[in-house]
């Protein structure tokens, strides 16, 4: 306990880090007030019961409800939050694979980085135009009362709110920007990470008060949660570390030898495609259901795929959720981790991997790796994804609880914790201090 608070105050001795991590809460602070904002022209008072339950379960609306820290439930200027954003960025990210222009942008290095983030915004704005209506007009099949209206559904509403809307989600993301360049970094997934932090509270404490007396069974879930925390922390940190030979060149006596340098590694992540396949097996989980309402009642199949696959915390659902995740793991580590790319670099660079010829061969090698590393990556973050179902069937635990047992949530919520204790250990250890804690060192785990 003395090495954390030592840490605590060399942290408070760097100017430039204090004012960082000052800086970071303070945007943070804004963030968190603005989601408590209501539209005008909405009563946050009068929204009804039955609104409010539609966020009560495990389902889509309860996700994108977590994600804006409550401000979806709320009708806030928030309601859209940062997801926008993040929809656009996977958007240009994908379409970078097929179009040349984007292709050419990835490889001018700052100035190509410029443009793609320019273009990245422009589609945000485009995406919230089209969510921001859709959003306003659903909240009356939400469960949103007429008098919570004050002044009706017409255009004179829809129109500043959604003008109100698409402006929320620009200033979350200028938030995020400037928290990645003034703050302490990751400004984006640090927004995404306090709004599931501050929906967490209240669902523990809807659990405590549904258990309470059974005071064993808490314990319990707690044991269970800091479990697979410690997994989640597994599977991002996790490394299969390859072996790489440089060959150093020096002239002796006129002549020049080749003389091998030091042996160096080069990591390959177990789960290189991080929550992403689970964003995107999410997206698609809707179809099944869809499908089954357009066979309709009559319909044998269409009955038994609304049962089915309705419920986030059924079987069949978690079935394909988990075969999903393992398709679109490969799918987008395929495309996210360049091999070839990979080994050309490190032709250049003059290394090699032992017993394995430089270029070609060696991409080849490294895709056969990563191929197998990631069978065993994909299963792990399957269970991970499901395990809210499991533990909420298994104990009973209540749905917006059991949601922080694995899932979208809990894996942005470790990887964003560890990404930002490894800023924060970068400026000590450059000041000559110890890290945040006094071993470890966020030291990957060696797969």
């Known amino acids: 306990m003395k090495n954390f608070i030592d840490t605590i105050k060399n942290i408070w001795n760097i100017e430039e880090l204090k004012n960082k991590i000052l800086i970071t809460l303070g ?28 966020f009560q379960g495990g389902g889509i609306g309860n996700l994108l409800n977590m994600f804006t820290g409550g401000a979806f439930a709320k009708a806030s200027v928030f309601a859209l939050g940062i997801m926008p954003y993040i929809s656009a960025s996977i958007v240009v990210q994908l379409m970078g694979i097929a179009i040349p222009y984007l292709q050419k942008l990835q490889k001018e290095g700052e100035s190509g980085r410029k443009k793609i983030t320019q273009i990245t915004r422009w589609l945000t704005i485009v995406i919230c135009l089209v969510q921001a209506p859709f959003y306003l007009w659903g909240l009356g099949a939400l469960g949103v009362p007429d008098e919570a209206f004050l002044m009706g559904k017409g255009l004179d509403f829809i129109i500043p709110s959604v003008i109100i809307l698409v402006t929320g989600t620009i200033f979350a993301m200028w938030l995020g920007e400037k928290i990645t360049d003034k703050g302490i970094g990751n400004g984006i997934s640090l927004l995404i990470m306090v709004g599931i932090i501050a929906y967490m509270p209240q669902a523990f404490v ?34 299969r570390q390859i072996p790489v030979q440089y060959a150093r060149r020096t002239a002796s006596g006129g002549y020049e030898k080749n003389i091998f340098g030091a042996r160096q590694f080069i990591p390959l992540k177990l789960n290189a495609s991080g929550v992403m396949p689970i964003i995107f097996a ?31 915390f059924g079987l069949w659902y978690n079935v394909l959720f988990a075969f999903l995740i393992i398709i679109f793991t490969y799918f987008y580590t395929a495309i996210t981790v360049p091999t070839n790319k990979m080994a050309d670099d490190l032709k250049r660079s003059g290394g090699f991997i032992p017993g394995i010829r430089p270029g070609g061969e060696t991409g080849e090698y490294l895709d056969k790796i990563m191929s197998q590393i990631t069978l065993p990556g994909s299963i792990f973050l399957a269970l991970i994804a499901i395990f809210p179902s499991i533990v909420g069937n298994i104990l009973g635990i209540q749905q917006s609880w059991a949601l922080f047992f694995g899932g979208t949530s809990l894996l942005i919520m470790v990887g964003v914790a560890i990404d930002t204790m490894q800023q924060i250990n970068s400026y000590l250890l450059n000041r000559h201090y110890d890290g945040l804690m006094k071993t470890g060192k966020n030291r990957k785990v060696v797969a």
Not at 301 to 308: K, S, Y
């Open 206 to 239: 809807q659990e405590l008060a549904s258990n309470a007396s059974k005071p064993m069974l808490i314990l319990i879930e707690i044991v269970i949660w800091l479990a697979i925390i410690m997994a989640s922390v597994l599977l991002v940190m996790a490394v």
């Open 282 to 312: 999410q997206a698609l989980m809707f179809v099944p259901s869809a499908i089954g309402k357009g066979l309709g009642t009559d319909s044998t199949v269409g009955q038994w795929m609304q049962a089915n696959f309705q419920d986030v």
């Open 27 to 54: 945007l943070l602070l804004v963030y968190r007030f603005g989601a408590q904002v209501s539209l005008p022209g909405m009563d946050y008072t009068k929204l009804g019961a039955d609104f409010a339950g539609n």
